[in-house]
């Protein structure tokens, strides 16, 4: 079988396409800089954008994301993939994530998440990632931390 291959990276260190708040305190080893969500969402306490606006990813036979997060309550964290092609969003949920530690994670997208719309589509090869979204929390937690960083996506055909 042929590797897994990079499909998109992001790890914040540079300039970028993304929505949230970059910090520089509590951050691992081998990197600087991490994405922290805003609170300026109707749907989650937290919420974090990573754009692939003008590249666009396309995802693989078998899709996963990989990723580090750090949040600070047991929440539900909902991880979204946009799928531009169809026009709706893919989503995953870690139901119970790590609370208080930096945690790496790596979802099976074509498996394990689910067109938002409801429908029993599925995220197809070569179909346009254009964003990848991050939420946690219920509107109003104000003291709700949700933090990522390393985020790549992956495909093999």
């Not at 042929?2 to 914040?12: A, C, D, G, I």
């Amino acid at each position: 079988l042929w590797p897994k291959r990079v499909l998109f990276s992001k790890n914040f260190e540079g300039m970028g396409d993304w929505d949230g708040q970059i910090v520089t305190d509590n951050v691992t080893a081998g990197n600087q800089r991490a994405l922290a969500g805003n609170t300026e969402n109707r749907y989650f306490a937290r919420f974090i954008r990573v754009g692939i606006r003008y590249d666009h990813a396309r995802a693989a036979t078998t899709t996963w994301i990989k990723f580090q997060y750090y949040i600070n309550k047991e929440v539900p964290l909902e991880v979204m993939l946009f799928d531009l092609t169809q026009g709706d969003n893919y989503a995953g949920r870690i139901t119970n994530p790590v609370v208080g530690k930096w945690t790496e994670v790596m979802l099976k997208v074509t498996d394990e998440f689910q067109r938002k719309d409801g429908s029993s589509a599925s995220m197809g090869p070569g179909d346009a990632i254009d964003d990848i979204f991050f939420g946690a929390g219920s509107p109003g937690d104000q003291d709700l931390q949700l933090i990522v960083k390393n985020v790549v996506l992956l495909g093999l055909d």
